[in-house]
Each structure stands twice: as structure tokens, then as C-alpha cells.
């Protein structure tokens, strides 16, 4: 003890203790019949990754789980990984093969990219992880999984392969989700919506067979128009009764398109009642074209630029440079009749923000409904539980209007569709310029071949990863499909794949399926359901009993808390100090910012985030940013603070308090005689009891509470000062009794805080527990997080004991409530004298503490009865069931406070004269803005206030009457 500070010092002993938790293998699991298995998968984060206050959140909540778990002697698994995240990594290797070398992918080929980034994911892929361990987590490393591992690819293989061969992954020609920029497509959870402030363009299009006559339509992407190739209107609406069947000659084109009838896309209440039809480039016009067998016309190229499809001019432009000349050439010809502002959702890529394009596209896709009807019915036959469960609604509404989920993505990181074709006999194929096979799409076919397209070869359900070596028709050479599985095919088998599926190992028998889950409401759709799916379909089991969804982290005005978007921060910033630039893009234009971080230590910021988690409820982290005169900031987290705070007292009282009075002690034995140590003992249990159940129930938050108030208000606050006269005192038995209560409620204490505050706790117990040795008190073990969890059942209850000590407690509070609230009373001045006017069934609480309760209240003398009168001059409280007097005679001169109180009473009462005629002012009220006017409110309540206490504090001077 001597060598260390008395002042917590985290950076002294977070990277020691993880060290020693790592080098004993406290984190490892092995399966086996002798113990409750209890399992976590983590949620993978993506290999390109760096921690944010998101990740801090979800992970510290696991490792407080996996602790707890721990600790009650099961055999913990939280099994670690990382996701290869196909798109978000590949564009950052293309993007720095382009900043170095100025290449893009096809100048270098498929090959040697996919050797960039697997170097890539060696050199940086560990970064999260090293981050994860700063955040405490107590994973089994040595399990760590990656979504492309040999094993874990082999079930990826094996679903696409049996869902292929049942008929649920399918290929086929649909709109789909388009990112240009990544030139890929994505499936509807990838999309993030923005409101942008655009135009409603309406256009008339001229009869083909009378000019003069027109329909006008209205669209919000005018260069859409060039893929039209109808336009529809109501059965029912009567404007158009004599133009059905006819045709309109669609601008800029030249061609003619038929006006059709339709009961669903056309609203007769709507505008004009007439809509174009683009069913190349639009969901519900897409709809409309199938159910009228339209031609569908793609007019865009990958990149986004226009193709063959449309008039020459406009080959080759950009989609919003061709909307420009569009509109532009629209007007020239008189066909723009109006342009109206409007401000819409549109979908953006949720990797680049790229504005999405509905494309037809030659994709492959998974049939959903057989595959939601198991998730479905494992949601509401209770199998898979949602904490909060208001969740399940969310799952459940999600399952009832999911779409069949397109699942190839147009790049070369990830796994790779195992359908291979022949060019030789499939004409719906041909090798493009960079040797990459490519499937044509209808428009892009030979008519005359239209329908000789020859089934893919697809490896068979029982030999899954064998590649196929030849064409079985011709015997010519396979070319594989290009494109790879978006990323959540393979994470919708995380809980599967790291446990061993598809073959039957250990670890898939012991661990699956998985306890809990832990994750962010915003990918129960893109993960929590496929994998319930997955699981339900080829293990016939759901992969986790427990869905814990925890809220989001939002700044001080209620924004997502964000790095990128400059309202955020790298929590290892803040758990080991240091300083960043950060670049806030809400603001127009974008500022740049340079921030100073204190170093909080992780059991700090693990406090001050799971102290307010709630189960779904959202968490607002109040930052305070101070400036420097050199345009940095320093940035101070309050509820940070509290939580450094918190450590500071856990530190001090164990080594300063704790410790040195219980070395050498003769432990005490049976029940103590004392009431202060049957009360702590009870309050103790009681304590235990509820954060055992918070935990159980996923309630962090709440258990947070419960131990902070049990450790500071009971056990420091109050059993450490009301103790203190016995610990210092000559009675060895009475000495002995507190210095065993206090010893074993720290011991428990320490364990009940470990799995939230994993640091500091396994420090202290080293001491501890040594001490525990050294006095021949049972031996709990050489590491905290290993430890047994306190029992409460071992502890008995005195409810009785309970009543005494809390009524003592009370009236000590209203002492010092009266110390507070009295002008009159000066902070640390001792008070002469306090009365307790109690029952007697209270005095044998107030005896035995009676020495402790002068200390903490910082007062001379007690007078203590059943027969006391109440004093001249007193402030006086009810509290704990007995009236509470303090004689304020000889604190003060009586008549010269009287006279000071009525000063100020007169004086705040001219104010708020002055305040009141403002507001009753009529004028004032309508002109005044309102920031104003509830500023003037607000002194005026303040102000009622004042006088309010100065006139309590007048009155119990019982010097004058009350005053009117």
C-alpha cells in the first residue's frame, strides 16, 4: 500500500490488471457437462472500424453480463470477432489505391486488389480489437473469429447452396437498390433517408395523334423520362375517358408510348390524375409494369451516367447534369408548363451517402417468406424474448413487409457467389473487357437467344464446397459468377458459423443456443431477424433465448452523437487523455475543431455510460466545452466526472479507511450486538437482492444505482462515520464487531461493482483479500473476476435494526438540512446543541449512535427523550418519527439577524414588485420575444423563493410573528 498514490490513478493499473486477467486465461472457456454454459457472440464490428461511443456502450454492456455470469460460476463464453464488411472496406482500399498510385480496381484487376486488402486487414484489422481490450472486455481472444475464415465461409457456402437447391435463393431481373459511387446494389435496410429540398417539374406530354391536346404529368427526376413507357391514368377519372388506349409522344424522344388504365399508381384526387410510368427507375412503377406487361427500359450505366438507351445528346452525362439539360431542353420546347418547389425523403447509401437509383439489374435474391414464417413464429411463441418488449413489434413489422432480399453486391471483397456459368452455352453471359463474366440483362441479349439461357451450375447439397471442374453440357470451361454476398448473408450466421455449423463441434453443442444478445435497435431488421431465421432453418433452434436493445447515444441537443459528424469522440481519448480534431458537418460550412480530453480511466466511462442505460430508451451525454485561447477546446464529460469521482472514493475509503483500521484484527464472530452493523448487514443483503435482479433482467442502468447509493450513502456516508468512534475507540469487542461488518461489506461491495467497474475492483481485492488472509477470514480467491457472487441469503435480515438506524439517519439529515437551508448558520460552524424529542422505542438507536451522530452533524451536545419541551429561538424539523430541534441561541445575535433578514426580505420584495408590474404589463407581454418574457418569469419565482426561505429563517429566530 505504501508505494501507492492515495489518489486513484488509472493509467497505473488498467493495462496491468488486463495484462494479468489475459496471462491467467480468466477469459477462457471450455465446453463441458459440469457446468451452466453461458454464452455471448459479440456483435461484429467492421475490420475497417475504430471504437466510438456507440461500440463503448454496447460492449461494456456485454462484459457486465459476461462478469456477472462469470462470477456466479458458470462457464462463460463471449465469443469475439470482426466483420469483413464488404463494401465499407473495400472503399478504403480503393480509395488509397487511387490517392497512391492514382488506379482504380479494374486497372489492377480483382486478384491483386483482393491482395491489397487482405494486407490491409493485416496491418489494421486489429485495431478494434486492441481498442475493445482499453474498454475492459473480457472476451476469449483466442476464439476471435472473422466473418471470412475458412470455417465460417464453409456455412456461408453451405446456406446459399441447400437454399439454392430448395428454391429460395433465386436469380433474377428486378429493381433494385443502386449506389453508383459503389457500383453495387443493396438491399432496403442499407438505405438512409434525407429530406432534400428539390423540384416537382410539370410536364405535358402532346397526343400523338392531336398535338394540340396533351397530358401533363409531374416528377421530381425529370431525366427518368427518357425510360418511360406509358402513362396511366384512373379507370374512374373522367378527364381521361376519350384519351385511353391512345398515345402520347413521350419529349425528347420521338417515340410514342400508350396511355393505360390502372387502379393503383394513378390518384384521380392527386394533381392531374395522370402519372408516367417509368418501370425501369421506380419501385411503384416497376409494380405497375408487371401488372401490365410494360416494356422496362434501364437507362443508367452503373456509374450513374446515361447509356445507349436514351436520345444521343444525352449518352454519356451524369444523372443529375442530364436532369439539368433535361429540364433545360424541356423549356426551349414549351413542354415545361411549371416548376414547384418540394422538399422530399430520398434514399442515400448508408456506406458513402451516395443518392440511390432504383436500377433494373440481373441480381440474385432470397425467397423470404418460408424464412420469415419460422422467425415470425419464434418472436411470438415467446422462444426469442425482446428487452424492452416493445421490440418484438418493431421485429414483427419488419418480418410482416420485408421484400425477397437481394443478396449480390457488384464488388470483389467478400464471398464470392458460388454459381458458376459457360459462355460457350449460356447466352444470357459473355467475358467483358477485364476477363470478368457478366450477365446481360434482357435489353442487352440477342433477341434470337432470348430464351436459350441454360440453368448456372451450383455445387450439390452434399458436397457444398466442391467446385464444379467443367461444363456439364459442353465440357468447356466455368467462369464463376462475379459478384459476392452482401455482408449480412454471412453475419446472419454469426451465432451458427463461430460456433462450428455446419459441422457438429463442442462448441455447438455446449453454447447454442447463445444466452443473449446485445445490440442497437437499428439493425433488428438487418441482423437480429435473418438471424433468427438462420437459426430456426438449419439448427431448428432460435441462436440466442434473450434480445437486449439498448438506446442510442445523442449529444446535448438530442443529435446522434457522432465523430464524423463532429458532435462525438473516440471514448480511448477519454479513457487515457489526449487530443483530436474533429470537423462538425451539421455546420455550413463545415468547422474544424481542436479538442483536449482529461483522462477519465475506463471504470469511469463505463460508469458514466451504463449508469444511464435504460433498456431502448435513448441516452443524452451532456458534453461541457470550454475554449483556450488559442481556439482549442477543453471538453469535460459531467457524467464522466461523476464517475472518476465515484473511483476516487472507492480508492480512498478502501486503502485509507477500510484497510489500515482492519489490519491486525481479530474477526468477530457471531451476530454483532451492535445496531449499526445489523443495519449495514441488512441494508447489505437488500442491496445484493436488487442488483442481482437488475442484472438478470438486463437493467444496468438500474443496478448502477443501486450500488452507487449502497457504497457511498450507506456504507461510506453513513456505517464508516457513525462507526468510526468503535473503530477508534479502546473496546476491542466493539472495535472487532466494526471491523468485521466493514470488512465484509466491502468484500461484497467490490464484487457487486466488478462487473461494471472491472479495474479498479480487481486492484483493490488484491488488497483485500490479502488482508482477509492475513486475519484468518475465508478465502474468496485471488482475482475479483473469478470471484463467487455475494449470496444474500447468507446475510441476515433485521428489519427491525433497519427501522432504528434509518430514523437516526433521518433526523441527522434534517440537522443538517437546517445547517443548509438557515443564512443564519455558517457551513462549518459547530453547532452548540441539537434536541431529539423521540419515543422511546427510538433512544436505543440514538444512544448507540450518539457519538457518531454529534460527528456527523458537527454539533457539541445531544439531549435526547420522550419529555423534552421545544426550545425559544429554534429551528425545528419532524424527521425519523421524532421532532428535531436546534437551539440557534448563542449561533447569533438574535436581534441583529432579525434586523438583517428584514432587510432582505424588503429588499427582494421592491424587486419583485418591479418584476410582477412587467408582467401584468399587457403590452410587454405581446411585444416582448419569448425568451424574454420567461426570463422575467423566471426571476420572479426565484425571487418568491428568496423570500420564502428568508422569512423561515426570520421565523425561526421565534423572535417576531410570522410575517404577512
Same mark, same amino acid.
Given at each position: 500500500?505504501?508505494?501507492?498514490?492515495?489518489?486513484?490513478?488509472?493509467?497505473?493499473?488498467?493495462?496491468?490488471?488486463?495484462?494479468?486477467?489475459?496471462?491467467?486465461?480468466?477469459?477462457?472457456?471450455?465446453?463441458?457437462?459440469?457446468?451452466?454454459?453461458?454464452?455471448?457472440?459479440?456483435?461484429?464490428?467492421?475490420?475497417?472500424?475504430?471504437?466510438?461511443?456507440?461500440?463503448?456502450?454496447?460492449?461494456?454492456?456485454?462484459?457486465?453480463?459476461?462478469?456477472?455470469?462469470?462470477?456466479?460460476?458458470?462457464?462463460?463464453?463471449?465469443?469475439?470477432?470482426?466483420?469483413?464488411?464488404?463494401?465499407?472496406?473495400?472503399?478504403?482500399?480503393?480509395?488509397?489505391?487511387?490517392?497512391?498510385?492514382?488506379?482504380?480496381?479494374?486497372?489492377?484487376?480483382?486478384?491483386?486488389?483482393?491482395?491489397?486488402?487482405?494486407? @490491409?486487414?493485416?496491418?489494421?484489422?486489429?485495431?478494434?480489437?486492441?481498442?475493445?481490450?482499453?474498454?475492459?472486455?473480457?472476451?476469449?481472444?483466442?476464439?476471435?473469429?472473422?466473418?471470412?475464415?475458412?470455417?465460417?465461409?464453409?456455412?456461408?457456402?453451405?446456406?446459399?447452396?441447400?437454399?439454392?437447391?430448395?428454391?429460395?435463393?433465386?436469380?433474377?431481373?428486378?429493381?433494385?437498390?443502386?449506389?453508383?459511387?459503389?457500383?453495387?446494389?443493396?438491399?432496403?435496410?442499407?438505405?438512409?433517408?434525407?429530406?432534400?429540398?428539390?423540384?416537382?417539374?410539370?410536364?405535358?406530354?402532346?397526343?400523338?395523334?392531336?398535338?394540340?391536346?396533351?397530358?401533363?404529368?409531374?416528377?421530381?427526376?425529370?431525366?427518368?423520362?427518357?425510360?418511360?413507357?406509358?402513362?396511366?391514368?384512373?379507370?374512374?377519372?373522367?378527364?381521361?375517358?376519350?384519351?385511353?388506349?391512345?398515345?402520347?409522344?413521350?419529349?425528347?424522344?420521338?417515340?410514342?408510348?400508350?396511355?393505360?388504365?390502372?387502379?393503383?399508381?394513378?390518384? #384521380?384526387?392527386?394533381?392531374?390524375?395522370?402519372?408516367?410510368?417509368?418501370?425501369?427507375?421506380?419501385?411503384?412503377?416497376?409494380?405497375?409494369?408487371?401488372?401490365?406487361?410494360?416494356?422496362?427500359? !434501364?437507362?443508367?450505366?452503373?456509374?450513374?451516367?446515361?447509356?445507349?438507351?436514351?436520345?444521343?445528346?444525352?449518352?454519356?452525362?451524369?444523372?443529375?447534369?442530364?436532369?439539368?439539360?433535361?429540364?433545360?431542353?424541356?423549356?426551349?420546347?414549351?413542354?415545361?408548363?411549371?416548376?414547384?418547389?418540394?422538399?422530399?425523403?430520398?434514399?442515400?447509401?448508408?456506406?458513402?451517402?451516395?443518392?440511390?437509383?432504383?436500377?433494373?439489374?440481373?441480381?440474385?435474391?432470397?425467397?423470404?417468406?418460408?424464412?420469415?414464417?419460422?422467425?415470425?413464429?419464434?418472436?411470438?411463441?415467446?422462444?426469442?424474448?425482446?428487452?424492452?418488449?416493445?421490440?418484438?413489434?418493431?421485429?414483427?413489422?419488419?418480418?410482416?413487409?420485408?421484400?425477397?432480399?437481394?443478396?449480390?453486391?457488384?464488388?470483389?471483397?467478400?464471398?464470392?457467389?458460388?454459381? @458458376?456459368?459457360? #459462355?460457350?452455352?449460356?447466352?444470357?453471359?459473355?467475358?467483358?473487357?477485364?476477363?470478368?463474366?457478366?450477365?446481360?440483362?434482357?435489353?442487352?441479349?440477342?433477341?434470337?437467344?432470348?430464351?436459350?439461357?441454360?440453368?448456372?451450375?451450383?455445387?450439390?447439397?452434399?458436397?457444398? /464446397?466442391?467446385?464444379?471442374?467443367?461444363?456439364?453440357?459442353?465440357?468447356?470451361?466455368?467462369?464463376?459468377?462475379?459478384?459476392?454476398?452482401?455482408?449480412?448473408?454471412?453475419?446472419?450466421?454469426?451465432?451458427?458459423?463461430?460456433?462450428?455449423?455446419?459441422?457438429?463441434?463442442?462448441?455447438?453443442?455446449?453454447?447454442?443456443?447463445?444466452?443473449?444478445?446485445?445490440? *442497437?435497435?437499428?439493425?433488428?431488421?438487418?441482423?437480429?431477424?435473418?438471424?433468427?431465421? /438462420?437459426?430456426?432453418?438449419?439448427?431448428?433452434?432460435?441462436?440466442?433465448?434473450?434480445?437486449?436493445?439498448?438506446?442510442?447515444?445523442?449529444?446535448?441537443?438530442?443529435?446522434? /452523437?457522432?465523430?464524423?459528424?463532429? !458532435?462525438?469522440?473516440?471514448?480511448?481519448?477519454?479513457?487515457?487523455?489526449?487530443?483530436?480534431?474533429?470537423?462538425?458537418?451539421?455546420?455550413?460550412?463545415?468547422?474544424?475543431?481542436?479538442?483536449?480530453?482529461?483522462?477519465?480511466?475506463?471504470?469511469?466511462?463505463?460508469?458514466?455510460?451504463?449508469?444511464?442505460?435504460?433498456? $431502448?430508451? +435513448?441516452?443524452? %451525454?451532456?458534453?461541457?466545452?470550454?475554449?483556450?485561447?488559442?481556439?482549442?477546446?477543453?471538453?469535460?464529460?459531467?457524467?464522466?466526472?461523476?464517475?472518476?469521482?465515484?473511483?476516487?472514493?472507492?480508492?480512498?475509503?478502501?486503502?485509507?479507511?477500510?484497510?489500515?483500521?482492519?489490519?491486525?484484527?481479530?474477526?468477530?464472530?457471531?451476530?454483532?450486538?451492535?445496531?449499526?452493523?445489523?443495519?449495514?448487514?441488512?441494508?447489505?443483503?437488500?442491496?445484493?437482492?436488487?442488483?442481482?435482479?437488475?442484472?438478470?433482467?438486463?437493467?444496468?442502468?438500474?443496478?448502477?444505482?443501486?450500488?452507487?447509493?449502497?457504497?457511498?450513502?450507506?456504507?461510506?456516508?453513513?456505517?464508516?462515520?457513525?462507526?468510526?468512534?468503535?473503530?477508534?475507540?479502546? +473496546?476491542?469487542?466493539?472495535?472487532?464487531?466494526?471491523?468485521?461488518?466493514?470488512?465484509?461489506?466491502?468484500?461484497?461491495?467490490?464484487?457487486?461493482?466488478?462487473?461494471?467497474?472491472?479495474?479498479?475492483?480487481?486492484?483493490?481485492?488484491?488488497?483485500?483479500?490479502?488482508?482477509?488472509?492475513?486475519?484468518?477470514?475465508?478465502?474468496?480467491?485471488?482475482?475479483?473476476?473469478?470471484?463467487?457472487?455475494?449470496?444474500?441469503?447468507?446475510?441476515?435480515?433485521?428489519?427491525?435494526?433497519?427501522?432504528?438506524?434509518?430514523?437516526?439517519?433521518?433526523?441527522?439529515?434534517?440537522?443538517?438540512?437546517?445547517?443548509?437551508?438557515?443564512?443564519?448558520?455558517?457551513?462549518?460552524?459547530?453547532?452548540?446543541?441539537?434536541?431529539?424529542?423521540?419515543?422511546?422505542?427510538?433512544? *436505543?438507536?440514538?444512544?448507540?449512535?450518539?457519538?457518531?451522530? %454529534?460527528?456527523?452533524?458537527?454539533?457539541?451536545?445531544?439531549?435526547?427523550?420522550?419529555?423534552?419541551?421545544?426550545?425559544?429561538?429554534? *429551528?425545528?424539523?419532524?424527521?425519523?418519527? /421524532?421532532?428535531?430541534?436546534?437551539?440557534?441561541? $448563542?449561533?447569533?445575535?438574535?436581534?441583529?439577524?432579525?434586523?438583517?433578514?428584514?432587510?432582505?426580505?424588503?429588499?427582494?420584495?421592491?424587486? %419583485?414588485?418591479?418584476?410582477?408590474?412587467?408582467?401584468?404589463?399587457?403590452?410587454?407581454?405581446?411585444?416582448?420575444?419569448?425568451?424574454?418574457?420567461?426570463?422575467?418569469?423566471?426571476?420572479?419565482?426565484?425571487?418568491?423563493?428568496?423570500?420564502?426561505?428568508?422569512?423561515?429563517?426570520?421565523? *425561526?429566530?421565534?423572535?417576531?410573528?410570522?410575517?404577512?
Amino acid at each position: 500500500m505504501k508505494d501507492r498514490p492515495d489518489a486513484y490513478d488509472p493509467s497505473r493499473i488498467e493495462a496491468q490488471v488486463y495484462g494479468r486477467w489475459e496471462s491467467d486465461g480468466a477469459f477462457r472457456s471450455l465446453p463441458g457437462k459440469d457446468r451452466t454454459h453461458f454464452c455471448i457472440v459479440i456483435p461484429p464490428p467492421n475490420v475497417t472500424g475504430a471504437l466510438h461511443m456507440g461500440h463503448a456502450l454496447n460492449n461494456s454492456l456485454q462484459d457486465v453480463i459476461i462478469r456477472y455470469h462469470r462470477m456466479l460460476g458458470e462457464n462463460t463464453l463471449w465469443l469475439p470477432g470482426v466483420d469483413h464488411a464488404g463494401v465499407a472496406t473495400q472503399s478504403v482500399v480503393e480509395r488509397t489505391l487511387w490517392e497512391e498510385d492514382g488506379k482504380t480496381r479494374y486497372d489492377v484487376g480483382r486478384e491483386a486488389l483482393l491482395e491489397r486488402i487482405w494486407a @490491409w486487414k493485416e496491418r489494421f484489422g486489429g485495431r478494434i480489437v486492441d481498442q475493445l481490450k482499453i474498454l475492459g472486455c473480457s472476451c476469449d481472444w483466442e476464439r476471435t473469429r472473422f466473418t471470412m475464415d475458412e470455417g465460417l465461409s464453409k456455412a456461408v457456402r453451405t446456406v446459399f447452396v441447400r437454399l439454392y437447391h430448395e428454391g429460395l435463393v433465386y436469380r433474377g431481373t428486378r429493381l433494385v437498390n443502386w449506389c453508383p459511387n459503389h457500383r453495387t446494389a443493396l438491399s432496403n435496410d442499407e438505405l438512409v433517408y434525407k429530406e432534400i429540398r428539390g423540384h416537382f417539374w410539370h410536364i405535358r406530354y402532346p397526343l400523338a395523334d392531336d398535338p394540340s391536346r396533351g397530358v401533363v404529368v409531374a416528377t421530381t427526376r425529370p431525366e427518368t423520362m427518357l425510360g418511360d413507357t406509358a402513362v396511366a391514368v384512373h379507370p374512374r377519372d373522367g378527364r381521361y375517358s376519350d384519351i385511353r388506349g391512345r398515345h402520347v409522344v413521350l419529349p425528347l424522344t420521338g417515340r410514342t408510348i400508350p396511355v393505360v388504365e390502372d387502379e393503383i399508381l394513378p390518384d #384521380p384526387e392527386r394533381g392531374t390524375g395522370a402519372v408516367k410510368v417509368t418501370p425501369g427507375h421506380d419501385p411503384n412503377d416497376y409494380a405497375c409494369g408487371v401488372r401490365l406487361g410494360l416494356p422496362m427500359i !434501364n437507362i443508367l450505366e452503373q456509374d450513374g451516367r446515361l447509356n445507349r438507351n436514351v436520345p444521343e445528346q444525352y449518352r454519356g452525362l451524369d444523372r443529375f447534369e442530364a436532369r439539368r439539360r433535361v429540364v433545360e431542353d424541356l423549356e426551349k420546347q414549351g413542354l415545361l408548363l411549371e416548376t414547384e418547389d418540394h422538399a422530399h425523403e430520398v434514399a442515400h447509401c448508408y456506406r458513402c451517402s451516395d443518392v440511390i437509383e432504383p436500377y433494373l439489374s440481373d441480381q440474385w435474391f432470397v425467397k423470404m417468406q418460408p424464412l420469415v414464417a419460422l422467425a415470425r413464429k419464434a418472436g411470438v411463441d415467446g422462444l426469442v424474448r425482446f428487452h424492452p418488449p416493445s421490440r418484438l413489434k418493431q421485429y414483427l413489422d419488419w418480418l410482416d413487409t420485408t421484400p425477397d432480399w437481394c443478396i449480390s453486391r457488384q464488388i470483389w471483397w467478400g464471398h464470392r457467389i458460388p454459381v @458458376w456459368y459457360c #459462355p460457350s452455352c449460356d447466352p444470357s453471359v459473355r467475358i467483358d473487357d477485364h476477363g470478368e463474366i457478366v450477365r446481360l440483362t434482357e435489353d442487352q441479349r440477342d433477341p434470337s437467344a432470348m430464351n436459350a439461357a441454360v440453368d448456372p451450375v451450383v455445387p450439390g447439397a452434399q458436397d457444398p /464446397m466442391e467446385d464444379p471442374g467443367a461444363c456439364p453440357a459442353c465440357g468447356g470451361a466455368l467462369e464463376q459468377d462475379p459478384d459476392v454476398l452482401d455482408t449480412w448473408f454471412s453475419s446472419q450466421l454469426w451465432p451458427l458459423s463461430t460456433l462450428g455449423w455446419p459441422d457438429e463441434t463442442d462448441d455447438l453443442a455446449a453454447y447454442y443456443p447463445t444466452n443473449v444478445l446485445v445490440t *442497437a435497435r437499428d439493425i433488428i431488421a438487418l441482423w437480429v431477424a435473418r438471424m433468427v431465421m /438462420m437459426g430456426m432453418k438449419f439448427r431448428g433452434a432460435q441462436p440466442f433465448h434473450d434480445v437486449y436493445v439498448h438506446g442510442t447515444i445523442l449529444d446535448e441537443t438530442g443529435d446522434i /452523437m457522432s465523430k464524423s459528424r463532429g !458532435n462525438g469522440f473516440d471514448p480511448v481519448k477519454l479513457i487515457q487523455g489526449g487530443e483530436d480534431t474533429l470537423v462538425d458537418r451539421r455546420k455550413d460550412p463545415p468547422e474544424e475543431r481542436r479538442e483536449h480530453y482529461k483522462a477519465y480511466g475506463t471504470d469511469a466511462v463505463r460508469y458514466g455510460v451504463l449508469s444511464m442505460a435504460t433498456a $431502448g430508451q +435513448d441516452i443524452r %451525454l451532456v458534453v461541457s466545452r470550454e475554449g483556450r485561447s488559442d481556439g482549442s477546446w477543453d471538453v469535460e464529460v459531467p457524467r464522466f466526472e461523476e464517475g472518476r469521482r465515484f473511483c476516487n472514493k472507492i480508492w480512498q475509503v478502501t486503502r485509507g479507511v477500510v484497510l489500515p483500521r482492519s489490519e491486525g484484527m481479530t474477526p468477530a464472530s457471531g451476530p454483532s450486538p451492535f445496531l449499526l452493523d445489523r443495519w449495514m448487514t441488512s441494508r447489505l443483503a437488500e442491496g445484493i437482492d436488487a442488483v442481482t435482479g437488475h442484472l438478470e433482467d438486463y437493467e444496468i442502468g438500474d443496478a448502477c444505482s443501486v450500488f452507487y447509493h449502497l457504497f457511498w450513502d450507506d456504507f461510506c456516508s453513513w456505517y464508516v462515520e457513525m462507526a468510526k468512534p468503535r473503530l477508534w475507540g479502546d +473496546d476491542a469487542g466493539a472495535r472487532s464487531h466494526a471491523q468485521t461488518t466493514m470488512l465484509e461489506t466491502l468484500t461484497a461491495l467490490l464484487r457487486l461493482m466488478h462487473p461494471v467497474m472491472p479495474f479498479i475492483t480487481e486492484s483493490l481485492w488484491q488488497e483485500v483479500t490479502a488482508l482477509r488472509r492475513s486475519c484468518g477470514l475465508e478465502d474468496l480467491g485471488d482475482r475479483i473476476i473469478t470471484a463467487a457472487w455475494p449470496a444474500a441469503g447468507n446475510l441476515p435480515r433485521d428489519p427491525e435494526a433497519e427501522r432504528l438506524v434509518e430514523a437516526v439517519r433521518a433526523a441527522a439529515a434534517a440537522v443538517n438540512n437546517i445547517r443548509g437551508e438557515n443564512p443564519s448558520i455558517k457551513e462549518n460552524q459547530k453547532l452548540p446543541h441539537v434536541m431529539l424529542a423521540a419515543p422511546l422505542d427510538l433512544m *436505543a438507536g440514538i444512544d448507540e449512535m450518539r457519538e457518531g451522530f %454529534l460527528r456527523f452533524v458537527n454539533a457539541a451536545t445531544l439531549t435526547s427523550g420522550s419529555d423534552l419541551s421545544k426550545p425559544d429561538a429554534c *429551528a425545528a424539523a419532524v424527521a425519523g418519527g /421524532m421532532d428535531v430541534w436546534v437551539p440557534l441561541e $448563542g449561533l447569533v445575535d438574535a436581534v441583529a439577524e432579525m434586523a438583517r433578514l428584514e432587510k432582505r426580505i424588503a429588499a427582494a420584495g421592491k424587486k %419583485l414588485e418591479t418584476v410582477e408590474r412587467k408582467l401584468a404589463n399587457d403590452k410587454f407581454l405581446a411585444k416582448a420575444p419569448e425568451e424574454i418574457v420567461a426570463k422575467e418569469r423566471g426571476k420572479r419565482d426565484e425571487l418568491l423563493q428568496t423570500i420564502e426561505k428568508l422569512r423561515a429563517s426570520l421565523d *425561526a429566530l421565534s423572535l417576531s410573528p410570522p410575517l404577512s
